[in-house]
Every structure is written in C-alpha cells, then in structure tokens.
C-alpha cells in the first residue's frame, strides 16, 4: 500500500518543532505497512530530496531559494495578510505544488494521496483528479476548515471535497464547521495522536508546581491578554504563582508593556519558541495550563499534551477544545472572562487534591482515546476501507 502526503508544513529536520506530528504520522503508517512519500514546501538552505528513516521527502522549489519562506515563517495565510504583494509568490506556490505533486504521481504509482490542510490544495485538487487514478483524501486542521466557509473559497472547497474518496477532521467542531455541502460519502473524525511513551508524567504531581503554562501563538485571538489580566488577580491571593508564556506574534510587544506596567517582570517569563522535545520538561514543571482562546480550537494539541505528561488544562472550552477537556475531570471549562479565569486559577491553586486528580484523570483519557497506537489504527482502517471501494 502506498500513500502520498502532501502539506504546506512539515518539520525541516527530525526533531524540529514544526508540525512535528505530520513526521509522527508518517512513521506510524510506516508501521502499519505502508510506503511513505512526502510532498512539502521547499526551504532555503536544505535539500529537494531526502530520506528519513525510509520515508521519502520531494520538496517543491517554488521561488529563487533567498525568498522561499512562505511555508516556515508563521504559515502561508497570516504571511499573505500581512504583506498583500506576497500574492503573486502565492500563486507560483500554488502552481508548484500541483506541478510535483502530479510529477511524483507519473513517476511512481501511488494507491492514496492524503493532503493536509484542505488550501492551497483546494484550488487544483480537481486537475489532479483528471489526471490520476489515486484516491485523494483530504486531512483538515483547522483554520483551513473555517476558510473553506468563506468566499470565495468555499467554492474551491466544495469542488476539491467532491471529487474526494474520503476526508479525516480532528473534532466534531470542525465537522460543524464545514457544514454539509459537498462532502465525501466517507468522512471520520481523527485527530493526529499523542506519543504518550514521550509525552508522559514526571518525577512530580501538579500539586508541586505553582507554575502556570501558556503555549500558543500571540494574538488577541489566543486570549494571552485575558491571561494577564487573570494571573495578576491570582498573584493577590497566591503570591508563589508564576506564569510562563511560551509563543510569538504581533501582541507580544503590548504584552510585554502590561507585565512592566503591573510590575510582573519577576514572575512571568516568555519564550519566543521551544523544541518540541523540551516542551514535554515544560508541560511536567507546570500545575495547570491555561488556553484562554476566544476562537474555537480544532483540536487543541497543547491541551492533549499536556495531558499526556499529567497536567490538566483551564480553557474557555471553545471548538474541540470543548470535546477534549471534560470539566472537573480531566480539567476546568470556565466562562469567556478574565474573572473566571481567575476563579478557575485560584480553584486549583488552594487544592492540591484537585490538581493532582484532574492531571492524573486527563492522562488516562489520552492513553485512553488518543494516544498515537490508537488514532494510527483508525487512520490505517480508514484508509484501507476506501481502497476496498470504487473511486
């Protein structure tokens, strides 16, 4: 059996912190059987064609090689944004995308071609039905789920989606989200798994910490401000309590000023960016993570692994976060506010017994729904049920 993925984003080396569940994915089909191929951006300063560990990688050049840093650099949407003239760059990524990954399809003879992220592959996933016997099964995240819902992509969308054998979303939320035009007949909700052999407790319970972790990108969006605001009404009553915030993005700087302003300098640090490896070190040293997001979650994959490594989550329960968390078992949903978030905080902070429980019950629903043995399987099935069917 043999399948070709194809994504915007995969990890430049083994080990890199970007998207490194794609390279786990990957592996875990190699278990199960099947010759992997990869199809990804290229990046200036490393090779078009490599492997690793059997698996194929054939990255698509797409501009000079001084200015390919689309695909690494924060991801291809919030880069377009934020400099418009980057469109026409976009459209030869786009054509350069289609053009490899048709090549690798005359070269070789694939059984499936599972492409992740449903754009930029939405604007020519159609040719490439014309042109190939494969079954093309779309992998969706998450913000390109919800841009499938706009105009004008939702129309690339429904066209890509209905030529599909089949489509894997990683939440009921995201399934909602799409909505209900153009969808393949076979449609799963697999999220990408969790090593919990690597992503596991420590040699200390949550009740030891008094550190509260924050991971993701900083926006407004992500609720980074909402998290200050709460942690300087924690420190009134638990004056121990630290925060670290480990992300990059434009709110940094005005983050940065309210921690000066409030005179927190001493108790909260900030982290541009962590190996991925080394993140498991940071979710053990925490008691609680905090995902304050004000937008809906895919998934939630700092939730699940935090998890894993026994330590639960306090979120505002939106998107799939909202399926992953199960509040006062696995962690604590609390109201959209910064004074519940504090409640929430404060609630942990004076039980170490509540603590401890909530990170231990969340460990166990992990291992017990999502660990990578778990969704690899679902994911070999899926597959194999709809190479038994017609195109």
Known sequence: MRILIVSTSFPLKPG????????EFCLRLQERGWDVTVV??????IRTEEQW???KIKRFKYLPERMENFAYSGGLLPGLKNNPFRIFGFALFINAMYRKVLRTLKEEEFDIVNVHWLFPSAFWARRLYKKSASKIIFTGHGTDVHLARKYPFNKFADSALKIASGLTLNSNYMLRILGGRGRPDKIEIIPMGIDTEK???GDTKPSKSNKILFIGRLIKQKGAGILLEAYRQVRDSFPEAELEIIGCGPE???????VESLDLSKKI??????GHDKLIEKYRSARILALPSLIGEGFGMSVAEAASCGVPTITFGLGGTGELVVDGETGLIVNQNSKSLAGGLKRLFADDGLSDDLGRQARKRIVDHYSWDIIADKFDRFFGDILKTGK
Do not use: N, Q
């Not at 940094?252 to 309210?258: D, F, G, S, V």
């Open 199 to 201: 992503f596991k407790p």
């Open 16 to 23: 890199d912190s970007l998207s490194p569940f794609l390279w």
């Open 40 to 45: 990804v951006p290229h990046h200036k300063g």
């Open 252 to 258: 940094k700087t005005p983050l940065l000023e309210i």
């Open 53 to 55: 560990a059997g698996i």
């Open 269 to 274: 640090t900030f982290y541009d960016a962590v």
